[in-house]
């Protein structure tokens, strides 16, 4: 009896789902994988003096996680996700607290948590909670007015951004303040309230940078770096873009690369250049259609739904999805200041894999064609 009922929720979640965001999840992870074994097989052979496979059967355990877990997201109720958002967001959030207290720094930043297995960086897993909080607290009838909803939610956004301020980490917190101005501006706040808040970030921003010179200077030099390359060293930037340029139409062949072997963390900060090198640009651009038919799919489906929170919640999580992999290409491009993002599900990483899984089961789950809503053609 358990067994019919379990076999009948499955075949009622394979009804359900949206498959064609499915199979390019699916297509995504797996891609990540091979990439990864062809990123750093170099790296953990020859210059870490381990297996070939070090850094590959990390990632696959890593891979297997991330899948699990994004197969179990998108199977529970809707209604447990909302409840539990909270709880996993203050959980997340006091583990970001803690990274100042406790974290490991890594060439300058501390960002991570070392949990013996593996180095935790909790703004990773926050991200896609963040989003649903956001959701949570626009769509919440507790608040008296609309405007107080939004300053207590501008609230936990800036005490996001002050403690990324503190590690530095600058890219993320790009990442987060767009993708909560997509948010608010979807939910239909006043365009006048978008430009205050724009501006007392751009004071902001710039105070720190007068400020606190030893703290933020290194965002100044990346700045003066992409403006006037020729004042500041701007070597990585530079050989990625030449790999792109390299590897052409075609690519140089699988292995053949040599930006994995001259820029530190290709395998993760650069991984679309990488692959344009080693695969070609045809590869490139095939990965980023499989983004953009991502974003097109979500933003459909939030069309059709009734909920509003499911609504924002899912612009929101397109929104972040499509802003963190335009700022990595954009970066591996030269075409934006280098701020060390990942690619989601291609770049190396136990942190972005399982955050870019939390995102991805969220998704699934919010964009299943449920009673009362009119399926895609």
């Not at 991570?112 to 926050?126: A, G, H, K, N, V």
């Not at 972040?320 to 934006?336: A, E, K, P, R, Y």
């Not at 770049?347 to 699934?364: C, F, K, P, R, V």
């Amino acid at each position: 009896m358990p067994e019919n009922i379990f076999r009948l929720k499955l075949n009622n979640y394979w009804r359900t789902i949206d498959k064609n965001i499915f199979f390019c999840f699916i297509a995504l992870f797996i891609l990540g994988l091979f990439f990864s074994f062809s990123s750093t097989s170099s790296l953990a052979g020859e210059r870490l003096d381990k297996n070939y496979y070090f850094f590959f059967s990390k990632h696959l355990i890593f891979v297997i996680i991330s899948l699990f877990l994004m197969f179990f997201i998108s199977f529970i109720d809707v209604k447990f996700i909302k409840k539990t958002s909270v709880l996993f967001f203050i959980l997340f959030l006091i583990l970001l607290i803690l990274v100042p207290v406790i974290g490991v720094e890594v060439k300058g930043a501390k960002r991570w948590l070392d949990l013996y297995f593996f180095r935790l960086q909790p703004i990773e897993l926050i991200k896609p909670f963040f989003i649903l909080i956001s959701s949570l607290i626009i769509t919440s009838k507790e608040f008296k007015t609309r405007n107080s909803a939004y300053f207590f939610n501008f609230l936990i956004l800036l005490t996001i951004i002050l403690l990324l301020a503190n590690q530095p980490d600058i890219g993320q917190s790009v990442l987060i303040v767009t993708t909560w101005l997509a948010i608010v501006f979807v939910s239909g706040i006043n365009i006048i309230y978008i430009i205050s808040l724009f501006g007392i970030s751009l004071i902001s921003i710039s105070s720190l940078l007068i400020l606190l010179p030893e703290k933020f200077g290194y965002i100044t030099n990346r700045l003066i770096s992409f403006i006037d390359p020729a004042k500041v060293d701007s070597s990585q930037a530079e050989k990625a873009l030449q790999a792109i340029k390299v590897g052409g139409i075609k690519g140089q062949g699988m292995g053949e690369g040599v930006l994995k072997e001259n820029v530190p963390e290709a395998h993760t900060d650069y991984i679309i250049a990488v692959i344009a090198e080693e695969f070609g640009s045809i590869i490139s651009i095939l990965i980023i259609c499989i983004f953009l038919y991502l974003a097109f799919r979500i933003i459909k489906s939030s069309l059709i739904k009734k909920e509003k929170f499911l609504k924002i919640s899912l612009c929101g999580l397109s929104s972040i999805l499509i802003f963190q992999t335009f700022i990595h290409i954009g970066v591996n491009t030269s075409l934006l200041p280098t701020t060390g993002m990942t690619l989601p599900f291609l770049s190396y990483g136990g942190s972005s894999l399982i955050g870019s899984a939390i995102l991805a089961g969220i998704i699934l789950n919010f964009t299943k064609h449920r009673l009362g809503e009119n399926e895609f053609e």
